[in-house]
Each structure stands twice: as structure tokens, then as C-alpha cells.
């Protein structure tokens, strides 16, 4: 129940992998780790505590690596997306929509920080409405979405992939002006805790990067790229130039989240409102002047448009792959839209829209982690590129450090730490 896909660029992808055909896919899904919920967790990090967080960042984007490699290369391998693969699984119907509500809802919270991030950067540069902006980029998300489903993966991952580009600019511009210390930024590499409050925000950057929906896509991803590719030398090449991709990807993704964290923590230790988007781009303003809180607000307006195209597709997948049923495009996607924009409508404060979604995704995090390192390691149904011993042993611990760093955030969340 996917959406049509040209068999030709599977065919001239696959034909140019070694030579980096499999570029793209990699790329787009790792948008996720640069939407709003991420510069809010970094830009506070680092105004609150310096360069105490940097380890988190560097092991947050480590483990990243492991988890969007092992859903691409499910993709490449079944020919299907984790959610196809899941729905296939589910013995009983009751199950299976239990499941698909627990999906639909980490799509729901992945949009609220999104649109909600997209609405705030247009406020900042044009003075638009939260409302009219939380429209406005959910409208963007479907033309992006539907361009996806009428001229396929290639011109979507060029659009996302532009996006990209003007994030990091935007987000890292401020480092060419702002003195950045590098003795305090290597002994941040030193995993520790300040405090409670040091706890809370490290769960949030490793929640705002690996995310549920991210895992959900890479597999859909690849697979609208290449089918299915059986064992053989192409499959090798293909996964070979995976990895290459998914390297590329998490290094531009970490570099820019680094980046993020390292500019606050230059420019605005303890500086009052850094909590919130809005003040830390004031707070930009007052220290690097309005060039670079321009583009600090452009960068976030790209993260914004580009991260919900993506929510938007991994909503969609989530929807045909566990209820195998194709609706049109715009029910698909106002599914999980419309709480963002009820959120905005009702002047919910958009921090608290954050820290909620931030919430519903780390209790995501499990249902998307765990059966996909499980059905990686099976061989009936990886074939030779299923995963050995030491990726298996690697994969276990990444999933239990982030869901016990996610259960960490639950409990600090609801107990006010």
C-alpha cells in the first residue's frame, strides 16, 4: 500500500550506487535530527551549562549512526518499511491497531514540534500569527508530500536536501563571529552531570535526536529507492554506499546539533529565556546583533518546512504500512497535523507544546527501536546481511541507553525536576 514508485530510478539508482547512486535517502531521513525540538534541547543546553553537554550530542549522533543504518538497510533488504513489516507481523487485528494508535500518536507529537517550530520562525521574521504560521507550514509539508508521491523519491530528497543546506548556514553562522573556547568544548567530551536539571536536558537532546519516526522512514526510504535487492555484489555495493550515506548524513546532522549547543554556549551562559526559541533568538540579537538572529530564524523556519515533510511522510507510511489501506493525501496528513494546529489555535505557550511532544516521543522510542534491531538480526529474513554479534551487541546497548535516557525524561518531566 506505498505509493507509486518509478521502477526506473530504482533501476538507474541501483546501476550508480557504487558511484554514490544511493545518496539521498540517508540525507532525508536525518532532517529529523535537525527539526525545532533539537535546537531547543541544544540552544538551552548550552545556555544553561556550557560545554558540560557536548558528550551527549557526540554519543547521541554515535548511536544514530547505528539505528538509521540498520532501518535502511532493512529497506534495502525486505524491499518493505519497518511499519510494513510490523503490520504483517500482528497476529490479531486488535493488536495491530493498538500498535498503529501508538505510532499515530508519535507522528501526531513529532508534527506539533515541527509546525510548531516552522509557525515561530515565521512569527520572528514576518510577524505572522502562531496559527497562520502553523498553517502555513503544514501546507508546505503536503505540496512536499505530494511532489514526493507524484514525481517520486528523487526530487524530494533535492528539495529536503536544499533545506539542509540552508539549515546549517543558519544555525552556524553565529560561530563565525562568536569565540568559541576550544579547551572547554574538547573537556565537554568528558560524560558527566551537573545536576537534575543537566539529567533532564541530556534526555532531551538523545529524544529530539533518535526518534521514532526517523526509524519509521529510512526503511521506506530506501526501499522507494531500490525495491528489494537480492543477495549478490549489488546488494553489497548498495549497502556499502548506504553507509557512506547514513555517514554523511549523521556528520552534517551532528555537526550542525554541535554547532547549535556550542554557539549558546559561547555567547549566552546564563542568560535569562534561552528555554524558548523566541528568547534564544533575542538573546542572539542582543549578543551577535540581527544578522545572525536572521539567520538563526531562517535556519529554523528551513528546519521547520523540511523536518515536517518528513513527519509527513513517516505519518503516511505509518498509516498504509499497519492498517493497509491507502486514503487520499490530504486525510493522510491532516491526521496527524490538525493537534499541532488545535495547539496553536487554543494559545497552548509553544514550550509546553515542545516538552509534550517531547514526551509522546520518548515513549515512542521503544515500540520503534526494539523490533527493529530484533527483526535485523533474523536471518530468514536478512539473508547474509544480517546483523553479526558485535553490530547486534552494539545495537542492544544503544537501545537500552536510549530508552532508559527516555524513561529518565518521563520521570523527571512528570516529577517537575
Same mark, same amino acid.
Given at each position: 500500500?506505498?505509493?507509486?514508485?518509478?521502477?526506473?530510478?530504482?533501476?538507474?539508482?541501483?546501476?550508480?550506487?557504487?558511484?554514490?547512486?544511493?545518496?539521498?535517502?540517508?540525507?532525508?531521513?536525518?532532517?529529523?535530527?535537525?527539526?525545532?525540538?533539537?535546537?531547543?534541547?541544544?540552544?538551552?543546553?548550552?545556555?544553561?551549562?556550557?560545554?558540560?553537554?557536548?558528550?551527549?550530542?557526540?554519543?547521541?549522533?554515535?548511536?544514530?549512526?547505528?539505528?538509521?543504518?540498520?532501518?535502511?538497510?532493512?529497506?534495502?533488504?525486505? %524491499?518493505?518499511?519497518?511499519?510494513?513489516?510490523?503490520?504483517?507481523?500482528?497476529?490479531?487485528?486488535?493488536?495491530?491497531?493498538?500498535?498503529?494508535?501508538?505510532?499515530?500518536?508519535?507522528?501526531?507529537?513529532?508534527?506539533?514540534?515541527?509546525?510548531?517550530?516552522?509557525?515561530?520562525?515565521?512569527?520572528?521574521?514576518?510577524?505572522?500569527?502562531?496559527?497562520?504560521?502553523?498553517?502555513?507550514?503544514?501546507?508546505?509539508?503536503?505540496?512536499?508530500?505530494?511532489?514526493?508521491?507524484?514525481?517520486?523519491?528523487?526530487?524530494?530528497?533535492?528539495?529536503?536536501?536544499?533545506?539542509?543546506?540552508?539549515?546549517?548556514?543558519?544555525?552556524?553562522?553565529?560561530?563565525?563571529?562568536?569565540?568559541?573556547?576550544?579547551?572547554?568544548?574538547?573537556?565537554?567530551?568528558?560524560?558527566?552531570?551537573?545536576?537534575?536539571?543537566?539529567?533532564?536536558?541530556?534526555?532531551?537532546?538523545?529524544?529530539?535526536?533518535?526518534?521514532?519516526?526517523?526509524?519509521?522512514?529510512?526503511?521506506?526510504?530506501?526501499?522507494?529507492?531500490?525495491?528489494?535487492?537480492?543477495?549478490?555484489?549489488?546488494?553489497?555495493?548498495?549497502?556499502?554506499?548506504?553507509?557512506?550515506?547514513?555517514?554523511?548524513?549523521?556528520?552534517?546532522?551532528?555537526?550542525?546539533?554541535?554547532?547549535?549547543?556550542?554557539?549558546?554556549?559561547?555567547?549566552?551562559?546564563?542568560?535569562?529565556?534561552?528555554?524558548?526559541?523566541?528568547?534564544?533568538?533575542?538573546?542572539?540579537?542582543?549578543?551577535?546583533?540581527?544578522?545572525?538572529?536572521?539567520?538563526?530564524?531562517?535556519?529554523?523556519?528551513?528546519? %521547520?518546512?523540511?523536518?515536517?515533510?518528513?513527519?509527513?511522510?513517516?505519518?503516511?507510511?505509518?498509516?498504509?504500512?499497519?492498517?493497509?489501506?491507502?486514503?487520499?493525501?490530504?486525510?493522510?496528513?491532516?491526521?496527524?497535523?490538525?493537534?499541532?494546529?488545535?495547539?496553536?489555535?487554543?494559545?497552548?505557550?509553544?514550550?509546553?507544546?515542545?516538552?509534550?511532544?517531547?514526551?509522546?516521543?520518548?515513549?515512542?522510542?521503544?515500540?520503534?527501536?526494539?523490533?527493529?534491531?530484533?527483526?535485523?538480526?533474523?536471518?530468514?529474513?536478512?539473508?547474509?546481511?544480517?546483523?553479526?554479534?558485535?553490530?547486534?551487541?552494539?545495537?542492544?546497548?544503544?537501545?537500552?541507553?536510549?530508552?532508559?535516557?527516555?524513561?529518565?525524561?518521563?520521570?523527571?518531566?512528570?516529577? %517537575?525536576?
Amino acid at each position: 500500500m506505498t505509493p507509486p514508485v518509478d521502477t526506473t530510478d530504482r533501476t538507474r539508482a541501483r546501476a550508480r550506487a557504487g558511484i554514490g547512486g544511493a545518496l539521498g535517502p540517508a540525507m532525508v531521513a536525518g532532517v529529523a535530527y535537525l527539526d525545532p525540538g533539537n535546537v531547543a534541547s541544544n540552544a538551552s543546553a548550552g545556555a544553561a551549562y556550557g560545554y558540560l553537554l557536548v558528550w551527549v550530542v557526540v554519543l547521541a549522533n554515535v548511536m544514530a549512526w547505528l539505528v538509521q543504518y540498520l532501518s535502511a538497510k532493512l529497506g534495502i533488504v525486505t %524491499g518493505r518499511s519497518l511499519p510494513a513489516l510490523l503490520g504483517e507481523r500482528f497476529r490479531s487485528r486488535g493488536a495491530r491497531y493498538a500498535y498503529w494508535i501508538q505510532a499515530e500518536l508519535v507522528a501526531m507529537a513529532t508534527d506539533i514540534a515541527e509546525v510548531i517550530g516552522g509557525a515561530i520562525a515565521l512569527n520572528l521574521l514576518f510577524g505572522l500569527p502562531l496559527p497562520l504560521g502553523g498553517a502555513i507550514t503544514g501546507v508546505v509539508s503536503i505540496v512536499l508530500l505530494a511532489l514526493h508521491s507524484r514525481r517520486g523519491p528523487g526530487i524530494f530528497e533535492r528539495v529536503v536536501i536544499g533545506m539542509v543546506t540552508i539549515i546549517a548556514i543558519g544555525f552556524c553562522a553565529g560561530l563565525l563571529v562568536a569565540p568559541v573556547d576550544p579547551g572547554a568544548a574538547i573537556g565537554g567530551l568528558v560524560p558527566r552531570f551537573a545536576d537534575a536539571g543537566s539529567v533532564l536536558l541530556a534526555a532531551s537532546i538523545l529524544g529530539a535526536t533518535v526518534m521514532p519516526h526517523a526509524i519509521y522512514a529510512h526503511s521506506a526510504l530506501t526501499r522507494d529507492r531500490f525495491g528489494r535487492v537480492d543477495e549478490g555484489p549489488e546488494r553489497r555495493r548498495i549497502l556499502r554506499a548506504t553507509r557512506i550515506d547514513v555517514t554523511i548524513a549523521l556528520a552534517i546532522a551532528g555537526s550542525v546539533n554541535l554547532g547549535i549547543l556550542l554557539l549558546a554556549a559561547a555567547t549566552l551562559p546564563g542568560v535569562a529565556g534561552t528555554d524558548t526559541l523566541e528568547g534564544a533568538h533575542a538573546a542572539l540579537a542582543a549578543a551577535l546583533g540581527g544578522g545572525i538572529a536572521t539567520l538563526f530564524a531562517v535556519g529554523l523556519l528551513a528546519s %521547520g518546512l523540511a523536518s515536517a515533510s518528513v513527519g509527513a511522510y513517516a505519518g503516511a507510511e505509518i498509516m498504509s504500512g499497519l492498517l493497509r489501506v491507502r486514503l487520499p493525501l490530504i486525510v493522510r496528513r491532516l491526521v496527524t497535523l490538525v493537534p499541532a494546529l488545535v495547539l496553536l489555535a487554543v494559545g497552548a505557550p509553544p514550550t509546553f507544546a515542545l516538552v509534550l511532544s517531547q514526551v509522546v516521543l520518548s515513549f515512542g522510542i521503544p515500540f520503534a527501536l526494539v523490533p527493529l534491531v530484533r527483526l535485523t538480526t533474523r536471518r530468514e529474513l536478512m539473508g547474509d546481511a544480517v546483523n553479526g554479534r558485535v553490530t547486534t551487541a552494539l545495537a542492544v546497548v544503544a537501545a537500552v541507553l536510549l530508552i532508559g535516557l527516555n524513561a529518565t525524561l518521563l520521570v523527571l518531566v512528570a516529577t %517537575g525536576a
